[in-house]
């Protein structure tokens, strides 16, 4: 099978650091890839990498098989591969329907769209809405709420709606719950099962190895700026993983 | 999966309502939720009830078509000036160089058409023309070379301020030359009287600017923008806001306010000087912090610095009329300022 998402040979070099020393990457179709590496080991810049952030010094990455050159997220997001930050990159005073189409508002036809550059509110109220009923989260009640009234958990929970919402080939979550609560962190797993019930390939970056273990259909393991394994989280234990992430165990060798 | 403990079970028998909203319903909560989806509602409080405070000292003397009129006609190119600040000041920076900019761009306009003898019309696109660039320079050391706005505003107040003198010559065009010669130059200071209320020109257009502005930053998607940039600069350009043009934008645009300021203020004054103005700085920063928008970016409207210059005025009128010592105007004005700050950082908390 084809990886919907695919890099080759990566390199990138930050001055005498070497963050990805060629490093190659697969994401299935329908799969939900973990990544997990120790600090330092890479894996924020493989991600950057593959998701415009960071343009590599060497190397190429493919879309459903064909190669592209990311310059920014915002070309990647053009291409339909969504990257929900640690920092969410919400505007906390802003509200959830204005947070979700940042950057993408939707005009009101005709006159008052073209000419008098009016934003169509009720459109995007509405879009915004059901993306969160769809997803389970429509507890919000107020979709003009402001972001910063709302939880840890909720606040993820519209960052993941939002991707869900645009990205139409991947998503890329980076440590989703590492800033939320034990019953928080629940209900985004539950979210992020949802989304892969859909068929979107989802990149995990956690190191959180219960969510890991939990969640993942293979593990991709970072260490020293390349991959070291791929890992099936049935065959092998936390412990295996956090042994081979850290020098302590020798890799399998079917990577 | 096999190998996870299920840790978790022992929260099951927890309540479950993580994702739903607690509704806190005291009044003071409610207050506090109000204000932070309408911050101008403090400064429009604050303004209706001075109004209502000077009109009962003062009678027919203070609330009188006149009277009122007259405060807006003397608060017009603060407004203004204001609503150029306000766009600055939502994107977390600050303008120092707005009054700068606003002189140098009046003196444009009448040294062009007296110096060198072109039409009026043209010396007036020129001096709003300048304006713009100087807004613009301001933006793009801003936004490229990432400097700090006040640093930066504060160069080019005393490069504006400067080039204004030395340019002038420190010469006043007087006003019976203009009135005579250059008659557009006075457009902001025409009148329509409706009975005793007098509007100038320079009224209406502070008027209509605010109202276009309200527009402009809650229905498009410029306006959104100029919100999320003074927010969260990196969430914004994360979800796709072109950050460094909006905040050019936001400083040329501000210019280009400050050189139709500066148009009015001829006006307003009916010579060009290149001495006047000197207080629209502190001036416009004032309005704008009573008027509740905050000096940390992302928050507040634009209306509520209108309603921020206006209080400055009925204060300053209604002491005046009450034969209160001037001192008791800018007393009373330092404790709204502070006041103000203070409301701001309890709006702010009401995330959770």
Redesign the interface.
Known sequence: MEPILKGRNLVKRYGKVTALDHCDFDLMPGEILAVIGDNGAGKSTLIKAVSGAVKPDEGEVFLEGKKVNFHS??DA?NEGIE?V?Q????????SIA??MF????I?KPGFRGKI????DRATMEKMARDKLTELG?M???NINQ?V????G??RQ?VAVARAAAFGSKVIILDEPTAALG???S??VLELIQGLKSRGIPIILISHNM?HV??LADRIHVHRLGKRLCVID??DY??SDAVAFMTGAKEAPEAA | ?????N??TS?SG?A??????EQNNSLVARIQ?AL??TPSLVPMVVLFASIAIFGMLLGGKFFSPFALTLILQQVAIVGIVGAAQSLVILTAGIDLSVGAIMVLSSVIMGQFTFRYGMPVELAVLCGLAIGSGVGFINGWLIAYIKLPPFIVTLGMWQIALATNFLYSANETIRAQDIAKNAPLLHFFGEKIKIGGAIFTFGVIFMVVLVLFLAY?LR????G??V??VG??P???E????NVKRTLISVYMLAGLICAFAGWAMIGRIGSVSPTSGQLANIESITAVVIGGISLFG??GSIVGSLFGALIVGVFTLGLRLLGADAQWTFLLIGALIIAAVAVDQWIRK???
Do not use: C
């Open positions: 997220p915002i997001r990257t930050y920092t969410l990159a919400m505007s906390p005073a802003l204005d947070n940042m950057g993408r508002e005009r008098l550059r009016q934003l989260l507890t919000i009640q402001a910063e009234t709302l939880s958990g909720q929970g034990v019953k928080e629940r209900k219960p273990f939990e989280p049935k234990t936390m | 999966m096999s190998n996870t403990q840790f978790e929260d927890g479950n309502q993580v994702a739903e909203f939720h932070h989806e402009v229905q498009t998607a410029w959104r923008h919100y999320a927010d969260d990196e969430a914004a994360l979800s796709g806001v992302g928050r009401v995330s959770v």
